[in-house]
């Protein structure tokens, strides 16, 4: 379920070039972004990251295989998210990967890789804990990076 004004559930903080860009900075496990991947049928640019919270990324990859267009991976867990993530990947994987040191360079990757009609999704797996005090600041921080993309 969409929320657009729940600062802490998936919702919609900005439109731009066409794009919708989404914060579900709570989604801190990779269960929680697998709801959040679920709940669209636009192409998507997933930004995943954070610090892991030895959970297993594999479920998530097959699924990233099945429904992303690209990835952007930042962050601590960086190595674990794309160990699970290469392994899916094939020659006939539809996914594209690129990796960032932190959520502000994911952000300005995931500007240059959406097109119109596209979905930006934060919705990292992993805790703010590397980076930030806890998620609400990540999501406050990224809503305010998307802001200055326009």
């Known amino acids: 379920m969409i929320s657009k004004g729940c600062p802490i559930a998936l919702n919609l903080c900005a ?10 900075s709570i989604a801190t496990a990779p269960e929680r972004t697998m709801a959040a991947v679920r709940s669209f049928e636009e192409p998507l640019v997933l ?16 699924l990233v295989q099945q429904r992303v267009k690209h990835v952007v991976v930042f962050g601590e867990a960086q190595e674990k998210i794309l160990k699970a993530l290469k392994a899916v990947q094939n020659g006939d994987s539809p996914f594209t990967l690129e990796t960032c040191p ?3 360079e994911a952000v300005e990757a995931a500007a240059r890789l959406t097109k119109p009609g596209d979905v930006v999704l934060l919705s990292p797996g ?4 590397d980076e930030f005090n806890d998620f609400e600041e990540r999501g406050e921080y990224f809503r305010k990076w998307v802001n200055q993309l326009s």
Do not use: H, I, M, V
Not at 15 to 24: F, S, T
Not at 47 to 62: F, I, S, T
Not at 126 to 129: I, L, P, V
């Open 102 to 104: 932190n959520l502000k």
């Open 126 to 129: 992993g805790t703010s804990f």
């Open 47 to 62: 930004l995943l990251g954070g610090r892991d919270k030895n959970l297993p990324w594999e479920d998530l990859a097959r």
């Open 15 to 24: 439109k731009l070039n066409g794009a919708d860009w989404y914060n579900d």
